[in-house]
Nanobody, 122 residues
Framework: QVQLVEFGGGSVQAGGSLRLSCEAS?????MGWFRQAPGKEREGVAG???????YYTDSVKGRFTISRDRAKNTVYLQMNSLKVEDTAIYYC???????????????????WGQGTQVTVSS
C-alpha cells in the first residue's frame, strides 16, 4: 500500500504559476498527475517513470514540467502560463506494475492522492 499526500494548489490569475508536490510513503516505479474539471472525465496531465522519462498531454506541453526527487519519494508539477481551462482538481497518482496501460491513463495507477484544487481566473 502507498499513501500519497499532495501539497500546493490554490488560486492564481491567468498567466501565473503554481507548483504542486506529492509525497509517497515509499518508492514507486512511476507517478503521474491527473486533473478533473466539473462535468468532465479525469484527464492525464503528466507522468514520469523512474525519474527519467516524462510524458505530457498536448495541452500542457511547454507550460508544465513534471519532475521527481527519488530520494524524497516526491513528484512535482510546475505549472507556468496557467490558463482558465487549467482549472480543475489535480490528483497525484502512483503505481508499480501495470506496464500495459499508457502512462497518462488512469487505469495504470493503483494509488491516488486526495486531490488539490487549482483555480485560474481571467
Amino acid at each position: 500500500q502507498v499513501q500519497l499526500v499532495e501539497f500546493g494548489g490554490g488560486s492564481v490569475q491567468a498567466g501565473g504559476s503554481l507548483r504542486l508536490s506529492c509525497e509517497a510513503s515509499r518508492y514507486v516505479n512511476y507517478m503521474g498527475w491527473f486533473r478533473q474539471a466539473p462535468g468532465k472525465e479525469r484527464e492525464g496531465v503528466a507522468g514520469v517513470i523512474s525519474g527519467a522519462r516524462t510524458y505530457y498531454t498536448d495541452s500542457v506541453k511547454g507550460r508544465f514540467t513534471i519532475s521527481r526527487d527519488r530520494a524524497k519519494n516526491t513528484v512535482y508539477l510546475q505549472m507556468n502560463s496557467l490558463k482558465v481551462e487549467d482549472t480543475a482538481i489535480y490528483y497525484c497518482a502512483a503505481g508499480d506494475d501495470n506496464w500495459r496501460s499508457p502512462i497518462l491513463s488512469p487505469q495504470r495507477y493503483s494509488y491516488w492522492g486526495q486531490g488539490t484544487q487549482v483555480t485560474v481566473s481571467s
